[in-house]
């Protein structure tokens, strides 16, 4: 896998998977990623940048926990004695973005939980969307609490990624995932919906999401840097987005709103 490093893209530039990287001390960068070299010296040629290669790093066991509503873990085998009779979900350390490290996704766990669990809403016939699904972290953590989920993403390796996911989980009945385009495609309604993405994408994927909520239905979207809060607040409140919840992890921040 390659990644082509930029400190800006205009978000229709590329059909490439990307995310927003940042490391603590300095700026966010655009990270666009292909496992081929050419579509990635296309677009190095209009906007510059660096071309690396990408070594997967063995990491430790991690191991997440949720309250007492879950426990993400990369290695079940070494989970702690205490934390063994808590409701788990496995997710490899594998190529997509999603292992409960970044804390775009824990504040997206957090929130989902807490909506699953705290609304008390029938859980069987909770339909999920998970946009941008990486790994499928979040929908797996959805299913594992009862809920239908759907998956999506534009990088095929991240579907295949979730599918494994949802085996190694046993969430095959619960969980779907499938290539396609937050911002092409025609998206299915859904109680919940998820998209831990970068602000510039979900400053386009807000209008989108309007003809296809449904009443009462509830959004979150994480992935968005402090001080990028405000054009997404105002635009999703135009589009009739109520500001539910607001919580923050460093510098990134994670928003819950409600439709009215
Ligand atoms: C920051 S990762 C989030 C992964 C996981 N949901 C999590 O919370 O850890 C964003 C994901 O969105 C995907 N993505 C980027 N643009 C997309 C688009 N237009 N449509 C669907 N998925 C997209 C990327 O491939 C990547 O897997």
């Not at 295949?160 to 009945?173: I, K, M, W």
Request: charged share 20%.
């Amino acid at each position: 896998m390659y990644a082509l490093e930029l400190d800006s893209l205009p978000v229709s530039a590329t059909d490439l998977p990307s995310a927003v990287i940042q490391t603590p001390g300095q700026p966010p960068k655009l990270q666009v990623y292909s496992t081929r070299i050419p579509p990635l010296r296309v677009l190095q040629k209009l906007h510059g940048g660096r071309i690396r290669k990408l070594v997967l790093r063995k990491s430790s066991p991690f191991h997440l926990r949720i309250g007492h509503d879950l426990l993400v873990t990369s290695d079940a085998r070494s989970v702690p004695a205490k934390l063994r009779s808590l409701p788990r979900l496995k997710i490899r350390a594998g190529p997509a973005f999603g292992t409960g490290e970044h804390s775009t996704t824990r504040l997206c766990l957090r929130y989902l939980i807490r909506f699953l669990t705290v609304n008390r809403i029938s859980r069987p016939a909770t339909e999920v969307l998970d946009l941008g699904c990486g790994s499928g972290i979040l929908a797996l953590a959805c299913a594992r609490l009862g809920a239908r989920t759907l998956g999506w993403d534009n990088d095929s390796s991240a579907i295949q990624e979730a599918r494994r996911n949802a085996d190694l989980n046993r969430l095959t009945h619960l969980s779907h995932f499938q290539e396609a385009d937050a911002l092409r495609d025609s998206l299915p309604r859904a109680d919940l919906i998820l998209a831990n993405l970068y602000d510039s994408l979900l400053l386009h994927l807000l209008p989108r999401l309007n003809s296809h909520r449904r009443a009462g239905s509830t959004l979150i979207l994480s992935g968005i840097l402090k001080g990028q809060e405000n054009p997404l607040i105002r635009t999703a409140r135009h589009l009739g987005w109520k500001l539910q919840r607001r919580g923050r992890l460093g510098r990134w921040l994670c928003l819950q709103f409600c439709s009215s």
